[in-house]
Every structure is written in structure tokens, then in C-alpha cells.
């Protein structure tokens, strides 16, 4: 497993303004991924932090909204761009292996909680 | 679009009793994941099944993963309050390792 720490644990922000949520691992990873967690809901794969390229986004999700750096095998940010009160919610990041098919496990950041007014 | 249904959406027992949370798709998964989320922090995987058929046990926890790999089934044997939180299920896409489709969460609430 890893340990898996994300900065700010808790914002609350005003409409219109952006804020970047870093992701910060304690080895390298193979895979990082983003996903957004409405209040009492599930989980919502926002896109693949892909290292030295573009994110991967999921359908309903674009770059120009959740800008995604991965500059190195530990390090992620995710920016949420333009925010709403749409944009509230809890923001995750989760690391995987690659080992092959069936290892397909994830391990999960403590999350940041965004609230925006 | 691959979508998991789990099921009851919520859950509300008394200490002692027992429960059975679904995990039902018509997608194959290569392999699928339950996860127990608390409040203020992320999920935490319990355990990965991988073979259709399959049973792990987790102490009083038992998983299952369905013959056809399209459900899975996770049964609580006396539930305790420290059991309490919201149990996630999730599959990785046959053919496509990096992935995972979460289900649509059920929230326990155990009573002391």
C-alpha cells in the first residue's frame, strides 16, 4: 500500500475563484487518478493523472475546468477552475499499480473538502 | 455505460445482527473491490476478489465475488458499531487495468 496525503484537507471559497488540491505520495506509483465525491454519494472518476502527459477525463469532465498536473511518479495537482456551489464536494485522489489484470486495487487520499459559496 | 447497484442503499441494525450488502452489474470485471468509507477520510480497500466463485474472509466479514464476475456479495456476521460507515464496491473493467467503477454506495449504521 501507500501512504497517500493531500493539501488542503478543507477550503471554502468564493464563486468564480480557482483552487489547485496537491496529491502527495510516499513512493512512486505507476497510476494516479482524480475523483469527485458529492455529499453522501459515491464515487466519481474525474480523469487519469497521466506522468509527463495530458489527463485522461472522463465523460463530463474537461481541462479547461479540472486542469491536471503530473509532473513526477509521486506528485499530482488537480485544479478546479471557475467555481460554483455545483463545485462542492469531496475531492480524492487514489493511486494504482499496474501489475496486470486482478491487481487492480487503488488506495485513496484522505480527501479535500470543498465548499463554495 | 457500466454501472454497479448495490443494494439496500441504506442500513440501519443493532449490534449482534447480520447483514448481506449486493454488488449487481451486467458488465464483467476482471476483478472487483469492496471498500469501507468513514467520515472525513477516503476509502480504505477491505479486500480484492478476482476469481468468479470466489469467497475471502476478513474476521467477521465475508466476500464473495459472483461465478459470472458480474456481482459480488459482502455478509456481516454480528455487526459492530465500529462497523458503521459507507461500503463501496468497485470493479475493474475487464481488459482495462487502470480503471475502477464504483458502485452506488451503501450507508450501515450500526446500533449499539
Known amino acids: 500500500s501507500a501512504v497517500i496525503s493531500q493539501k488542503p484537507s478543507r477550503d471554502i471559497c468564493q464563486r468564480g475563484t480557482s483552487l489547485t488540491i496537491q496529491c502527495q505520495v510516499d513512493?512512486?506509483?505507476?497510476?494516479m487518478f482524480w475523483y469527485r465525491q458529492q455529499p453522501g454519494q459515491s464515487l466519481t472518476l474525474i480523469a487519469t493523472?497521466?506522468?509527463?502527459?495530458?489527463?485522461?477525463?472522463e465523460s463530463g469532465f474537461v481541462i479547461d475546468k479540472f486542469p491536471i498536473s503530473r509532473p513526477n511518479l509521486t506528485f499530482s495537482t488537480l485544479t478546479v477552475s471557475n467555481m460554483s456551489p455545483e463545485d462542492s464536494s469531496i475531492y480524492l485522489c487514489?493511486?494504482?499499480?499496474?501489475?496486470?489484470?486482478?491487481?487492480?486495487?487503488?488506495?485513496f487520499g484522505p480527501g479535500t473538502r470543498l465548499t463554495v459559496l | 455505460t457500466q454501472l454497479l447497484e448495490q443494494s439496500p442503499q441504506f442500513l440501519s441494525i443493532q449490534e449482534g445482527e447480520n447483514l448481506t450488502v449486493y454488488c449487481n452489474s451486467s458488465?464483467?470485471?476482471?476483478?472487483l473491490q469492496w471498500y469501507r468509507q468513514e467520515p472525513g477520510e477516503g476509502p480504505v480497500l477491505l479486500v480484492t476478489?478476482?476469481?468468479?466463485?470466489e469467497v475471502k474472509k476478513l474476521k467477521r466479514l465475508t466476500f464473495q465475488f459472483g461465478d459470472a464476475r458480474k456481482d459480488s456479495s459482502l455478509h456481516i456476521t454480528a455487526a459492530q458499531p465500529g462497523d458503521t460507515g459507507l461500503y463501496l464496491c468497485?470493479?475493474?473493467?475487464?481488459?482495462?487495468?487502470?480503471?475502477?467503477?464504483f458502485g452506488t454506495g451503501t450507508r450501515l449504521q450500526v446500533f449499539p
Open positions: 493523472a497521466n506522468q509527463g502527459s495530458e489527463a485522461t477525463y
Open positions: 458488465s464483467v470485471f476482471s476483478s
Open positions: 487514489s493511486v494504482g499499480y499496474d501489475r496486470g489484470p486482478g491487481t487492480d486495487t487503488q488506495y
Open positions: 513512493s512512486q506509483v505507476t497510476m
Open positions: 468497485a470493479g475493474a473493467i475487464t481488459y482495462n487495468t487502470d480503471k475502477l467503477i
Open positions: 476478489v478476482v476469481t468468479g466463485g
